[in-house]
């Protein structure tokens, strides 16, 4: 049972546009999110978060909405480089002394320059 | 910083065999987290500890499995005996929790271990 999911295994933009990646969850004591983006042969990277206390949080070109009332996220990048080719995963954690992240399988962003 | 270092980066490794994975969280960081990835489950936790106490193993496959933390800058993952279907890559996280805010949730992952059962 997936609580946390990502339905789009993959994504491809053109540089300049934007890109919309998605993530949804099911478990409502969820109440904190994270962006991670992956390339090859690496760990993940810790990219951006959001509290629920929030329904946006800007860093530079990434931008995270979260609705909770739909239990929705997504990340936002603007505008899309070529660098910015990789999966990325979006987790979920509940607070109360937990530290664990509950990882969507990822989508894997293409820029094509 | 070196960051968090994992060893090897490669295994390959017959059926049955014993695999041992290493790792060495971030200095200071008190919570550990090894991740299997595959295509089919993707990231999914093992298990983690804090202050080198395993908190949760829930997520340890089977008893072939096991991992430990003798002191605060080590861990290993055993697998025994190994078998095709462990096949992938492992991950060690580290991060610094309970902080006191939101960066307490940020983890710090190592490059993986690709592991290739026969």
């Known amino acids: 049972d997936q609580q946390v999911k990502q339905n789009s295994p993959s994504l491809s933009v053109q540089e300049g546009r934007i890109s919309i990646l998605n993530c949804d969850y099911t478990?409502?004591?969820?109440?904190?999110f994270l962006w991670y983006k992956k390339y090859p042969a690496e760990g993940p990277t810790f990219l951006i978060s959001?509290?629920?206390?929030?329904d946006k949080n800007e860093d530079g070109r990434f931008t995270v909405f979260l609705n909770k009332s739909a239990k929705h996220l997504s990340l936002h990048i603007v505008p899309s480089q070529p660098g910015d080719s990789a999966v990325y995963f979006c987790?979920?954690?509940?607070?109360?002394?937990?530290?664990?992240?509950?990882f969507g399988k990822g989508t894997k962003l293409t820029v094509n320059p | 910083d070196a960051g968090v270092i994992q060893s090897p980066r490669h295994e390959v490794t017959e059926m049955g065999q014993e695999v041992t994975l290493r790792c060495k969280p971030i200095?200071?960081?008190?919570?550990l987290f090894w991740y299997r990835q595959t295509m089919m489950r993707g990231l999914e936790l093992l298990i983690y500890f804090n202050n080198n106490v395993p908190i949760d193993d829930s997520g340890m496959p089977e008893d072939r499995f096991s991992a430990k933390m003798p002191n605060a800058s080590f861990s290993t993952l055993k697998i025994q005996p190994s078998e095709p279907r462990d096949s992938a890559v492992y991950f060690c996280?580290?991060?610094?929790?309970?902080?006191?805010?939101?960066?307490?949730?940020?983890?710090?992952f190592g490059p993986g271990t690709r592991l290739t059962v026969t």
């Open positions: 959001i509290s629920s206390i929030k």
């Open positions: 996280a580290s991060s610094l929790y309970p902080s006191g805010g939101p960066s307490s949730y940020e983890q710090y």
């Open positions: 987790a979920a954690s509940a607070r109360g002394g937990s530290e664990k992240l509950v």
């Open positions: 478990n409502s004591m969820f109440d904190y």
């Open positions: 200095s200071g960081h008190n919570s």
